[in-house]
Every structure is written in C-alpha cells, then in structure tokens.
C-alpha cells in the first residue's frame, strides 16, 4: 500500500467516524431535550453536519469515480432536502399553535395571529398568480 493510499483511508475513515459521532449526539439530543423545538434543532444541525461528513468520508474512499459523482449528486440532494424538511415541519408545528417551552404570555394567541397573516398572504400570493 502506498502512501496517499494511506492517506486515503485514514482521511475517509475519520470523516466517516465524525459523521457517526454527530449522528449519534443527534440521536441522543432527541432524547435528552425537553420539547419539541429544541429537538428538532438538534436533530436538524446534526443530521446535516453528520450526512456531509459520512458523504466526504465515502467520496474520499471511492476516489476519483462515477461513484464519487453519483455521491455528490445525493450529497446535494440531502444538502438540499432536510433543512427544507424541517422547516416544513417547524411551519406545520408552529401553525398548528405548538409553542416552545417558557414561552410568554400571550404567545399562543400571537402564534395564531402570525399564521393567520402567513395564510391570507398566501393565499393573495395564489390568487394574484391566477
């Protein structure tokens, strides 16, 4: 074996282990975490950093390859894919009226009130495109 081999190996296996790492402090933020906000932060961050660390890790593995290229292809795409999932998820929780722990008084009717606006402006926003 030679030595950018070596290299090779040794930089793709500890990206590949920082992945795993982020992963599992992710996983263990879901649990350790009091509501719903704050675990979905932690999961969203860490899942994004853990994905790009496990797809570097491969990509250095499989070297100069269409593997390579079809790895960044899906790379991009997850890039691309959970921040948009869990904002998805985050608008769908917080118009449904849930609120993050220790909130103020009177948030939940401000909370209302903010996804009234978002839906009429929505729904300006469809009948001006028609």
Known sequence: MNAIGALSDLLSGFLIISGIVFLIIGAVGT?????????LHAVSV???AGMI???LGMIVEAGFSLIAVKLIIIGLFLLFTGPTATHAV?????????????SEPGAKEKAKRVSTVTRAAAKKRRKARS
């Open 90 to 102: 985050a608008n769908a929780a917080l118009v449904s009226g849930l609120l993050p722990l220790g």
């Open 46 to 48: 860490t899942d994004s």
């Open 31 to 39: 649990y350790r975490f009091p509501d719903f906000w704050s675990r």
């Open 53 to 55: 660390l496990l797809t």
